[in-house]
């Protein structure tokens, strides 16, 4: 067991206020394989001045020094990918092969682009008489959740690095061990000190005394809607900037002329990703009424390949859930999905055979559910699928849109102008047509109560600007 005792603040390792300690738990064994520091509001102010001094002088380098040093953190980024997989399958439970090329592998991809766009990026325009100026924010708050841990706080990160902000990072108390690494990275990097700080921590206390703070100028936030809300009515106290990433209840529409085989496929991999661990996941497969056996029967062949296992086995397609707390909540939702009276095809509560300890979740499958349904309504964040029937394309469109969520969807047709306009009429910030690819150049965000922030590429980098007018 490692024992992490500092935290990161002005460009040091500082030992915190009080001796508090997070134990970080591997769901796949049960086992405490770390503690880190529990901040409070006493580090929370220490780093806060940290970032505000560090601020004067970050927002005024030029787009090419920033570049600079966001190449350095890259290039170690890389250099320690390999570790920073198994340590993020070691906190987490996503299989190995997935943490490599997702949670290791996406945050190299986001940061780069964000160094490319630095040497293109116009910082001025012109309008009229107007010479308009897009200015850093200011010192900001980066509060992320555990389920792609470094690749929230890497969005977060390098965007508002990139724009001259400075930043208090306070990572999920479930997964920290990975945010450290990153403060080590930056620590090597050289950049100047109080521009990224790094304060562990519960929500209750460093997070709470970030979003209160008045020397922070804005909050980005990724997190479930319920803690989104608290966050926007107390940084109202202050008239900051809320940037707000939160849950989802996704839908995906099988249109009467898709490739169902290789739709239900693709749902599938969506929904069971991370172990169903994904705010952009596809939870609700809408499909014709009509063809229910036939998707049923690709849906029973296609989920068995999906068995929960040790996540470090190179092989592994599932792992387990995060917590205890969030597998009781998945139990939870199986259990109501049953009393509720839809039709559980797979799963299940059982746990997986063979697996005695670790807070796995069996693959879970329902059919016939109907709107009303608490697993149709709310996020389970587990690997539990709702299939949904529809009459005709009007009421595909009306259930999609039926829910107070709005991050994610997909449409699945033979013709591609049908999908297209049926993607158009749903009230969501993105929509992969026939398995169109995750772009991580295009802005990712909510609709609804799935928040109002955009994230990744130039849409993110826009997100820690604000804009100033001079006239001539
Ligand atoms: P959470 O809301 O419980 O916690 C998120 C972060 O907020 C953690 O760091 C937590 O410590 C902190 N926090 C908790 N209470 C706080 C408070 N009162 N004040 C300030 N900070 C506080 O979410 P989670 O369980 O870590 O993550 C799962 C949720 O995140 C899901 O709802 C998921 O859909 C959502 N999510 C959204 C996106 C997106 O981009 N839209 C991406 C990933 C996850």
Same mark, same amino acid.
Request: proline share 6%.
């Given at each position: ?76 980024? $890389?250099?320690?990918?390999? %570790? *920073?997989?198994? @340590?993020?399958?070691?906190? &987490?439970?996503?299989? !190995?092969?997935? +943490? ?67 930043? $208090?990072?306070?990572?999920? %108390? *479930?997964?920290? @061990?990975?945010?450290?690494? &990153?403060?080590?990275? !930056?620590?090597? +990097? ?283």
């Amino acid at each position: 067991m490692k024992s992490y005792g500092k935290i990161y603040i002005g460009g040091h390792w500082c030992l915190p206020a009080s001796t508090d300690l997070i134990e970080v738990i591997n769901p796949a064994t049960e086992a405490v394989i770390a503690t880190v520091p529990a901040g409070s509001s006493v580090d929370v102010e220490a780093a806060v001045t940290a970032a505000r001094k560090a601020l004067p002088g970050w927002s005024t380098t030029k787009p090419a020094i920033r570049a600079g040093y966001l190449t350095q953190i890259y290039e170690a980024l $890389v250099t320690r990918g390999p %570790e *920073l997989a198994e @340590l993020m399958t070691t906190e &987490l439970g996503m299989p !190995i092969k997935l +943490s490599q090329r997702i949670q290791a592998g996406l945050p190299t991809v986001v940061l780069e682009s964000y160094i490319k766009l630095l040497g293109e990026f116009a910082f001025s325009e012109r309008i009229g008489n107007s010479l308009v100026l897009k200015e850093p924010v200011g010192v900001v708050a980066a509060i992320t959740p555990w389920n792609y841990p470094l690749h929230q706080l890497m969005i977060k990160v390098a965007a508002a690095l990139a724009a001259g902000c400075t930043i $208090v990072a306070k990572p999920s %108390e *479930l997964t920290p @061990l990975n945010a450290l690494v &990153l403060a080590e990275i !930056i620590d090597s +990097s050289g950049l100047p000190p109080g521009v990224f700080n790094l304060v562990s921590g519960y929500g209750a206390e460093v997070g709470e005394a970030l979003v209160s703070h008045p020397d922070v100028d804005m909050v980005s936030f990724t997190g479930s809607t319920a803690i989104g809300k608290r966050i926007m009515a107390l940084g109202a106290q202050t008239v900051k900037h809320v940037a707000l990433e939160l849950g989802g209840k996704s839908a995906t529409i099988l249109l009467d002329d898709a490739d169902i085989e290789t739709a239900v496929k693709a749902t599938l991999s969506s929904c069971f990703l991370n172990s169903g661990q994904t705010c952009s996941a596809h939870t609700r497969m809408l499909i014709p009424q009509d063809k229910y056996e036939l998707v049923v029967a690709f849906v029973r062949q296609h989920v068995a390949l999906y068995v929960p296992e040790n996540p470090l086995n190179t092989q592994a397609r599932i792992g387990p859930l995060v917590s205890a707390v969030q597998r009781d909540r998945v139990l939870d939702y199986i259990r109501s999905g049953i009393a509720d009276g839809a039709e559980l095809l797979i799963g299940g509560i059982e746990p997986p055979d063979g697996l005695p300890l670790g807070y796995y979740v069996r693959p879970t499958v329902f059919g016939r559910v109907t709107k009303e349904m608490k697993i149709a309504r709310e996020e389970i964040f587990g690997p539990v699928l709702s299939i949904m029937t529809y009459r005709d394309e009007d009421e595909a469109i009306e259930i999609a849109n039926d829910t107070v969520y709005g991050l994610s969807g997909a449409v699945w047709s033979a013709d591609p102008e049908r999908a297209e306009r049926v993607a158009r009429k749903l009230q969501t910030g993105q929509v992969d047509i026939n398995g169109g690819r995750f772009n991580p150049l295009a802005p990712f965000g909510g609709y609804k109560q799935s928040g109002n922030g955009r994230e990744l590429g130039r849409y993110g980098l826009e997100e820690f600007l604000q804009t100033k007018s001079l006239q001539f």
